[in-house]
């Protein structure tokens, strides 16, 4: 599966949960990513493991969250009709090109 299918099914879920009964602001998809990450930092302050389960079976974790966030990003990209897995590409590409931290950026 590629990244486009992989987008194509994590949107369909969406619309049939129904995350997409009311159209979202580009804000609003923001915000959501933006507080995936916020739940992943938490994990990783509480000490909590990259994957755990849950005691209602759910899984948890930081890397859950963090998949959380990309499964946000590939909900809109397939929303936006983008070819989301060329656009990685492309910029995959153009980073191979930089230079070393990009010239001295600071982390």
């Not at 590629?2 to 009311?22: C, F, P, Q, Y």
């Not at 969250?65 to 995959?92: F, G, H, P, T, Y």
Request: charged share 25%; with cysteine; hydrophobic share 35%.
């Amino acid at each position: 599966m590629n990244l486009n299918s992989l987008a194509e099914t994590i949107h369909k879920t969406a619309v049939t949960k129904g995350w997409w009964d009311n159209s979202r602001s580009f804000g609003d998809v923001i915000a959501l990513c933006h507080s995936e990450l916020s739940e992943a930092l938490e994990e990783y302050r509480n000490n909590h493991p990259m994957v755990y389960q849950g005691e209602d079976g759910k899984p948890e974790g930081i890397a859950v969250e963090m998949a959380d966030c990309i499964i946000r990003i590939l909900d809109w990209a397939n929303q936006e009709d983008l070819d989301m897995q060329s656009v990685i590409l492309n910029k995959m590409k153009y980073n191979e090109t930089r230079s070393y931290r990009h010239g001295g950026k600071v982390v």
